[in-house]
């Protein structure tokens, strides 16, 4: 009877710690979070240090991250049954050797060695999870969590969403400690370490002194149906549609946003302006506002002809190779470059190992197969500004934002096709993790869907416009255009370079000290 009550003791404590993780991915603010660890915690402290107590805290805490997992990334299933199951077992893996390295250390060294593994290795996981190649979908990483809460996370512009990560950690550790001590100290550190980030932010919010350069920009949102017709034989249509939306447009515009893979027709990759419906552009910028540059989603083909060494993700053709991007393409551009490869690939649908067997037995969706990638991020310039073209999924990875910011990108744009998972939270998370890159970044977005969320976000995170699920139509707003860079753009995700180095230092001291007290060198 006494072991049914303390299963059913973990049990509820393990789904009340999934619970409290989910809750920032649902719009209810990431601030549950701070305690969301306190549940594994207190099972990890109930627990002894034999190698059966630790499989039984791995089953709970694997247990509950699997179901955060699977509150907040079932909508991946709508456009690729195998996403979330990927990515559950991918980030359920890291959480948990984070996790599970802290409770071993924390039954056999001391409490500092322990709680400072626990951060570290947690940090450091998730750091390897964005920097993967391959088998990446940071979506969960904790400082994500605070993506509808921006006036508290402004020092993002310093250490990125990996500084989120560390406040939610050490909060965690600092409330359970103060929760058993009971002291006035440790109720005292515990308050500095929740507020203080929060006051800072706040004083940071207020102080922000907005940039006097504006540029006028115009999104569009056309709402065209993913499985329908986006991709069936309707190009006239939703050239026709585009067309109609362009009457809206402000003659006084300097740049108008279309949103990812919005021209239905292929582009040759070398030739990106010498299409029919570049064409078609052209004529609408000379009758709407004929001083402005397009920017547009688009699907471009470059082909290696014999003699040309192919790309590692070329496919092969009838004597030759060719290779499909996602691509930006900007049409009236004042630079030289008017064509940006998609850097940040979609796991599942865009880039996936073994395409060609699990393409006879998953329907992927819009562009399937492995995509070419580049690592450039390319600027364009109109007007004495410059911008940078992100698409979609490069809008969860600060780094990549920094990338376009670092090329002298003034103003961030985000192309999206949000419609492949219906209304659900995906497409309302992926606009807000944008208003973290803002942040990060200092710089201003406009973002244009093909139905999702389009709008516009400012340097500080703030949402001053948007059209919501399967609304049609355009917005327009001057917005700032900044040339200053932030430590994280400068510096990256340093947080999670020095979380590596401090992971491995610690797993250095925990090994000596073992052996120090093997051979009773210590007390």
């Given at each position: 009877?006494?072991?049914?009550?303390?299963?059913?003791?973990k049990?509820?404590?393990?789904?009340?710690?999934?619970?409290?993780?989910?809750?920032?991915?649902?719009?209810?603010?990431?601030?549950?979070?701070?305690?969301?660890?306190?549940?594994?915690?207190?099972?990890?402290?109930?627990y002894?240090?034999?190698?059966?107590?630790?499989?039984?805290?791995?089953?709970?805490?694997?247990?509950?991250f699997?179901?955060?997992?699977?509150?907040?990334?079932?909508?991946?299933?709508?456009?690729a049954?195998?996403?979330?199951?990927?990515?559950?077992?991918?980030?359920?893996?890291?959480?948990?050797?984070?996790?599970?390295?802290?409770?071993?250390?924390?039954?056999?060294?001391?409490?500092?060695?322990?709680?400072?593994?626990?951060?570290?290795?947690?940090?450091?996981?998730?750091?390897?999870?964005?920097?993967?190649?391959?088998?990446?979908?940071?979506w969960?990483?904790?400082?994500?969590?605070?993506?509808?809460?921006?006036?508290?996370?402004?020092?993002?512009?310093?250490?990125?969403?990996?500084?989120?990560?560390?406040?939610?950690?050490?909060?965690n550790?600092?409330?359970?400690?103060?929760?058993?001590?009971?002291?006035?100290?440790?109720?005292?550190?515990?308050?500095?370490?929740?507020?203080?980030?929060?006051?800072?932010?706040?004083?940071?919010?207020?102080?922000?002194k907005?940039?006097e350069?504006?540029?006028?920009?115009?999104?569009?949102?056309?709402?065209?149906?993913?499985?329908?017709?986006?991709?069936?034989?309707?190009?006239?249509?939703?050239?026709?549609?585009?067309?109609?939306?362009f009457?809206?447009?402000?003659?006084?515009?300097?740049?108008?946003?279309?949103?990812?893979?919005?021209?239905?027709?292929?582009?040759?990759?070398?030739?990106?302006?010498?299409?029919?419906?570049?064409?078609?552009?052209?004529?609408?910028?000379?009758?709407?506002?004929?001083?402005?540059?397009?920017?547009?989603?688009a699907?471009?083909?470059?082909?290696?002809?014999?003699?040309?060494?192919?790309?590692?993700?070329?496919?092969?053709?009838?004597?030759?190779?060719?290779?499909?991007?996602?691509s930006?393409?900007?049409?009236?551009?004042?630079?030289?470059?008017?064509?940006?490869?998609?850097?940040?690939?979609?796991?599942?649908?865009?880039?996936?190992?073994?395409?060609?067997?699990l393409?006879?037995?998953?329907?992927?969706g819009?562009?399937?197969?492995?995509?070419?990638?580049?690592?450039?991020?390319?600027?364009?310039?109109?007007?004495?500004?410059?911008?940078?073209?992100?698409?979609c999924?490069?809008?969860?990875?600060?780094?990549?934002?920094?990338?376009?910011?670092?090329?002298?990108?003034?103003?961030?744009?985000?192309m999206?096709?949000?419609?492949?998972?219906?209304?659900?939270?995906?497409?309302?998370?992926?606009?807000?993790?944008?208003?973290?890159?803002?942040?990060e970044?200092?710089?201003?977005?406009?973002?244009?869907?093909?139905?999702?969320?389009?709008?516009?976000?400012?340097?500080?995170?703030?949402?001053?416009a948007?059209?919501?699920?399967?609304?049609?139509?355009?917005?327009?707003?001057?917005?700032?255009?900044?040339?200053?860079?932030?430590?994280?753009?400068?510096?990256?995700?340093?947080?999670?370079?020095?979380?590596?180095?401090?992971?491995?230092?610690?797993?250095?001291?925990?090994?000596?000290?073992?052996?120090?007290?093997?051979?009773?060198?210590?007390?």
């Amino acid at each position: 009877m006494i072991e049914g009550n303390f299963m059913k003791q973990k049990l509820l404590y393990t789904l009340l710690s999934a619970l409290l993780l989910t809750v920032g991915w649902y719009g209810g603010g990431g601030f549950t979070m701070l305690v969301a660890l306190l549940p594994l915690l207190e099972i990890s402290r109930g627990y002894g240090s034999s190698a059966r107590d630790w499989w039984r805290m791995a089953g709970w805490a694997a247990l509950a991250f699997v179901l955060w997992n699977v509150a907040t990334i079932w909508w991946v299933w709508i456009a690729a049954p195998i996403g979330p199951i990927v990515a559950t077992i991918f980030s359920t893996f890291w959480n948990l050797v984070a996790f599970m390295l802290y409770h071993y250390v924390s039954k056999r060294a001391r409490k500092a060695v322990a709680y400072t593994l626990l951060v570290s290795s947690w940090i450091f996981t998730e750091y390897c999870y964005i920097s993967a190649e391959v088998l990446s979908f940071p979506w969960l990483t904790l400082g994500n969590g605070f993506s509808g809460d921006v006036w508290a996370v402004q020092w993002y512009e310093f250490t990125g969403n990996l500084g989120g990560s560390l406040w939610v950690l050490l909060s965690n550790i600092a409330i359970f400690e103060a929760w058993h001590n009971r002291s006035r100290w440790s109720v005292v550190r515990a308050g500095v370490v929740v507020l203080l980030p929060i006051m800072l932010s706040l004083a940071m919010y207020w102080s922000y002194k907005p940039s006097e350069k504006l540029v006028k920009v115009s999104v569009l949102q056309p709402n065209v149906d993913c499985y329908e017709e986006k991709f069936s034989d309707n190009a006239v249509w939703q050239m026709q549609n585009i067309g109609d939306l362009f009457s809206s447009v402000p003659r006084d515009a300097r740049v108008v946003v279309l949103p990812e893979t919005a021209l239905p027709e292929r582009l040759n990759d070398d030739k990106p302006l010498q299409s029919g419906n570049i064409l078609t552009l052209q004529e609408l910028v000379e009758e709407q506002c004929a001083d402005a540059m397009v920017v547009a989603g688009a699907s471009t083909i470059k082909f290696y002809p014999k003699g040309v060494a192919p790309s590692e993700t070329a496919r092969r053709g009838d004597g030759y190779y060719y290779d499909f991007y996602n691509s930006a393409v900007a049409v009236n551009s004042d630079s030289d470059s008017n064509l940006h490869h998609k850097m940040r690939l979609v796991i599942g649908v865009e880039s996936m190992p073994f395409t060609n067997i699990l393409n006879k037995f998953v329907d992927l969706g819009g562009i399937t197969g492995q995509l070419g990638r580049n690592d450039k991020a390319t600027v364009f310039e109109k007007g004495g500004a410059t911008f940078g073209p992100a698409i979609c999924y490069e809008g969860i990875y600060g780094d990549c934002f920094a990338r376009f910011v670092r090329e002298g990108a003034e103003v961030m744009l985000v192309m999206s096709n949000d419609g492949w998972w219906g209304n659900t939270p995906g497409h309302r998370r992926l606009f807000d993790f944008c208003r973290l890159r803002a942040v990060e970044t200092r710089r201003a977005i406009a973002r244009s869907a093909n139905t999702g969320v389009s709008g516009f976000i400012t340097p500080r995170g703030d949402v001053t416009a948007r059209l919501d699920w399967e609304q049609r139509g355009v917005l327009s707003e001057e917005v700032e255009a900044r040339n200053d860079k932030t430590i994280y753009v400068l510096y990256g995700d340093w947080l999670g370079r020095l979380a590596t180095l401090v992971t491995a230092l610690t797993l250095l001291y925990y090994s000596a000290y073992r052996i120090r007290r093997r051979n009773h060198l210590v007390d």
